[in-house]
Every structure is written in C-alpha cells, then in structure tokens.
C-alpha cells in the first residue's frame, strides 16, 4: 500500500487549499483515511478521518466548519479542502490508512495507523 499526498504550499492567512492523497496497490474502499498535521519537535496530531464509504466524518475541533474531508474511491483519492487557513494551521499534512470499518478520531489515532504517505508542507502567512 503506497499514499502519495500532495495540494500543499504557500498561502495567505484566510486563503484555501485541497490536499490530495491517492493511493496504490491496496483496496481502496475497505480503508478508513484520515488526514494529520505534524509541526516541528511536536506530535503527528489528527485533523480529519473519513470512513470507507464516505458515510461519516470526524473532525479535530480546531478546524471544524473550515475543512472538509471527502473521497473519491474509483479515483483511489481522499481530499481534504481547508478554507480560511490561519498561520496556526502551518505544517507538514500526512494522509493515513487504517482497514476498518470505523473511522473515529479515536479509532484513527496517528500511533495505530496502518499506513502513511510522505507528508506535504502547508506554509500560511499571516
């Protein structure tokens, strides 16, 4: 199982992005995907998860109204679209893959996840 993130970069504060994190070499549709955001000498911490289906979603509280996490499964993708983006926000975003059914913050938790992709740098200016 291979996840390629990309979509990040230099923004302005209030500015928007989408991450994107495709995958390979795996059945998409039975992995639960979560997005997380890393900050030097801290903790990978989560941001959002996804379920395989799409069904149901959770979300970090500081960033709840203001990103969006989807997944597009014949395109093997998981999005996650961040609008009014605050220097706060700035980090390296990791997509991740667990196989189960259950999607919570709790049941994707970054030290139980299955696999990782490289990470993509998220710069906001102020």
């Known amino acids: 199982v291979q996840l390629q993130a990309s979509g990040g970069g230099l923004v302005q504060a209030g500015d928007s992005l989408t991450l994107s994190c495709t995958a390979s070499?795996?059945?998409?549709?039975?992995?639960?995907k979560g997005w997380y955001r890393q900050t030097p000498g801290k903790e990978r911490e989560f941001v959002a998860s996804i379920t395989w289906n799409g069904a149901a979603t959770w979300y970090a509280l500081h960033v709840r109204g203001r990103f969006t996490i989807s997944r597009d499964n014949p395109k093997k993708t998981v999005y996650l679209r961040m609008n009014d983006l605050k220097p706060e926000d700035a980090g390296v975003y990791y997509c991740?893959?667990?196989?189960?059914?259950?999607?919570?913050?709790?049941?994707?938790?970054?030290?139980?996840?299955?696999?990782w992709g490289q990470g993509t740098l998220v710069t906001v200016s102020s």
């Open positions: 070499g795996e059945n998409f549709g039975g992995y639960g």
């Open positions: 991740g893959a667990r196989k189960l059914a259950l999607a919570s913050e709790l049941a994707m938790a970054s030290p139980v996840i299955d696999y």
